[in-house]
């Protein structure tokens, strides 16, 4: 059987829903024909389009492409047939990746009032590593991630491993957040001889790769490290603790979550940047995020 707009849907129904299984409850299709819909184009096509693992479905360097093209495809049908038919498109989605950042869900809300015909919108927060993945699966039209002297040598090798491309969204100064009443909160600034004693809240990343932390300021050399992979849990960690992290010094309303911000010395610069496909154009929702998203960063000398 010749290849089919249907199969097309299918293959991804499960790239931007994470599993066949989410992927078929969202088609209200059983599971096991999808899973034969996918197997059968895969024989079609003589190659595999994803690799099944006890962690999950991937897809295969042939996958990325096969998703590639079947998204022009699909949408250049949608297109013929909204210019004679008349109707908007039906199955409007978007999704980001990126780092644990309050700021992406502040820029979200800011624009969600424009599009109220999206169907989809999704936030995945992960390790770096996984938002690159999923930017490079064409899972998320763009990721949010940073930048430093400290990970540009691994995360440039990354990008182009994954043909990806990125623009700079503008800078941040590496911040310490803490309690309200930790000791160190009536400071005005904080250096690292300041931190020694306490305890460092990260967020865990692929081991592998140690070097591309989310987190800007690197584990004490002495003293605890409490690792966490959601940003809920290391902020109530931090709020009822005497333990600190570190990021962007971009929060909505800190005060709330019982946390103060107070910026490291000696300063050290960082770039937050925008990863995405450099043959893939931004959508009108993820061009109107990125402005919304460039006004919680100053302009460095080198972006107007």
């Given amino acids: 059987m010749p290849m089919n707009l249907q199969q097309m849907r299918y293959v991804l129904a499960v790239v931007d829903n994470q599993s066949f299984r989410a992927a078929a409850k969202k088609l209200y299709i059983t599971q096991p024909t999808l ?3 996918i197997s059968e184009l895969e024989k079609e096509l003589n190659t595999e389009l994803f690799k099944r693992t006890t962690q999950g479905n991937f897809l295969t360097p042939a996958g990325t492409e096969f998703v590639q093209q079947a998204r022009r495809i699909l949408q250049a049908v949608s297109g013929l047939s909204n210019t004679f038919t008349n109707k908007a498109e039906q199955d409007r ?8 950042y309050d700021f992406i869900a502040a820029a979200l809300t800011r624009i969600l009032p424009k599009y109220p015909d999206y169907q989809y ?3 995945f927060e992960s390790t770096t590593l996984n938002a690159i993945r999923d930017v490079a699966q064409y899972r998320s039209e763009i990721g949010i991630l940073f930048i430093n002297d400290g990970n540009q040598s691994r995360l440039l090798m990354l990008f182009d491993q ?14 310490i957040f803490l309690s309200t009443h930790h000791p160190l909160a009536e400071k005005e600034a904080l250096t690292l001889e300041d931190l020694a004693p306490y305890p460092q809240v990260r967020f865990t990343q692929d081991t592998a790769y140690s070097e591309i932390a989310e987190d800007p300021l690197d584990p004490p050399t002495t003293g605890a490290v ?6 809920a849990t290391l902020s109530k960690i931090v709020s009822q603790t005497d333990a600190y992290g570190s990021g962007s010094g971009i929060l909505t309303d ?17 770039r937050m940047i925008l990863l995405k496909h450099p043959d893939q154009g931004l959508s009108p929702i993820a061009t109107d995020f990125v402005t919304a998203l460039k006004t919680f960063f100053p302009k460095s000398p080198d972006r107007k």
């Avoid at 994954?162 to 911040?175: D, R, V």
């Avoid at 409490?226 to 940003?231: H, L, Y």
């Fill in 35 to 37: 899973s034969h819909s």
């Fill in 93 to 100: 989605h978007f999704s980001i990746a990126g780092q644990h």
């Fill in 121 to 123: 919108l999704r936030v």
């Fill in 162 to 175: 994954n043909k990806l491309i990125f623009e700079e969204l503008g800078t941040f100064e590496t911040h």
């Fill in 226 to 231: 409490i690792a966490t992979s959601d940003r």
């Fill in 254 to 270: 800190p005060e709330k979550q019982g946390l103060t911000l107070r910026p490291l010395i000696p300063a050290t610069k960082n």
